[in-house]
């Protein structure tokens, strides 16, 4: 059974993908301007989220890099 699952959606249909324990799984959706990235990864037994904004021409920010549970309580949706 797969750890994590990506999906996307555009002209041409829906695709799926799925990333393991070790693998993980990194997501990337892009326009000409900025790329939003994410990565979700496990590391010391708990689940890892990095997401990251960059723009095409140089210039990157992290906009969270923590646990799953940081995140979940960062946008209020955790306990």
């Known amino acids: 059974m797969s750890e994590f699952y990506g999906r996307i959606q555009g002209h041409r249909g829906e695709a799926t993908r799925c990333g ?7 997501t990337v959706a892009k326009s000409w301007v ?3 990235t ?3 990864w496990i590391e010391d037994g ?3 989220v990095r997401i990251a904004v960059t723009k095409e021409h ?4 992290t ?3 923590g646990t799953e549970e940081a995140l979940l ?3 209020k949706l955790g306990n």
Do not use: C, N, P, Q
């Open 20 to 26: 393991s324990k070790t693998s993980g799984i990194t």
């Open 63 to 65: 906009l969270f890099d």
């Open 58 to 61: 140089g210039g990157s920010e």
């Open 46 to 48: 708990k689940t890892r």
């Open 73 to 75: 309580r960062k946008v």
């Open 38 to 40: 994410t990565y979700y």
């Open 34 to 36: 900025s790329a939003v």
